[in-house]
């Protein structure tokens, strides 16, 4: 199976600034690699697929860049509902992996 | 509105059985793939098993392959989970979790609709 690494695992950030979170497959995955985000006590929601395309509802302030095994989720400006924790994912094959996630919290 | 509502959970001694359950609705729930996907507490995403939109194929993690059985009901929009032999590391939330509509299993595509959850504790 694919590993997928997380990077940092917590990063601390001030409202209004802007986030970078770091994402590594362990081999190629294409372009296969999603995000989603996690609230306390909620469950995950899709923010990024196809590694840089938005879902449904999701706010032009998320950016995903990355292709092969480096990606990168970017928050521009940041607002107190975007502090939670960030998985990636790969699917280009079975099973898909998570990375371990990192938690966003307010500086 | 896609809604996915799981249920089935709770307190089970290791070595013994629960099926979940999840209903769909909102949606063609014929037409789509599902997921059952876990989180244990305090941790990480870990995917547990997939199911076509027919009921094939399947495919199962290697933490419950053999254990886990992962089975739908079209006709009932629900999807299930049988789990037998359970262990204390399968503690967590399940979820249950919707692929996009009328593709395959061959074909890349992330998770997309996810449910509430359902905890299950295994404990003696």
């Known amino acids: 199976e694919i590993v997928m690494t997380q990077s940092p695992a917590t990063l601390s950030v001030s409202p209004g600034e802007r986030a970078t979170l770091s994402c590594r497959a362990g081999?190629?995955?294409?372009?296969?690699l999603a995000w989603y985000q996690q609230k306390p006590g909620q469950a995950p929601r899709l923010l990024i697929y196809?590694?840089?395309t938005r879902a449904t509802g999701i706010p032009a302030r998320f950016s995903g860049t990355g292709s092969g095994t480096d990606f990168t989720l970017t928050i521009s400006s940041l607002q107190s509902d975007d502090f939670a924790v960030y998985y990636c994912q790969h699917y280009k094959n079975w099973p898909p992996t998570f990375g371990q996630g990192t938690r966003l919290e307010i500086k | 509105e896609v809604q996915l509502v799981e249920s089935g959970g709770g307190l089970v001694q290791p070595g013994g059985s629960l099926r979940l359950s999840c209903a769909a609705s909102g949606f063609t729930f014929s037409s789509y793939e599902m997921n059952w996907v876990r989180q244990a507490p305090g941790k990480g995403l870990e995917w547990v098993s997939y199911i076509g939109p027919s009921g094939g194929p399947v495919f199962y993690a290697d933490a419950v392959k053999g254990r886990f059985t992962i089975s739908r009901d079209n006709a009932k929009n629900s999807l299930y989970l049988q789990m037998n032999s359970l262990r204390v590391e399968d503690t967590a939330v399940y979820y249950c979790?919707?692929?996009?509509?009328?593709?395959?299993?061959?074909?890349?595509?992330?998770?997309?609709?996810w449910g509430q959850g359902t905890l299950v504790a295994v404990s003696s």
């Open positions: 196809g590694a840089s």
């Open positions: 081999q190629t995955v294409s372009i296969n």
């Open positions: 979790v919707s692929r996009p509509p009328n593709t395959s299993w061959n074909v890349p595509q992330p998770l997309d609709y």
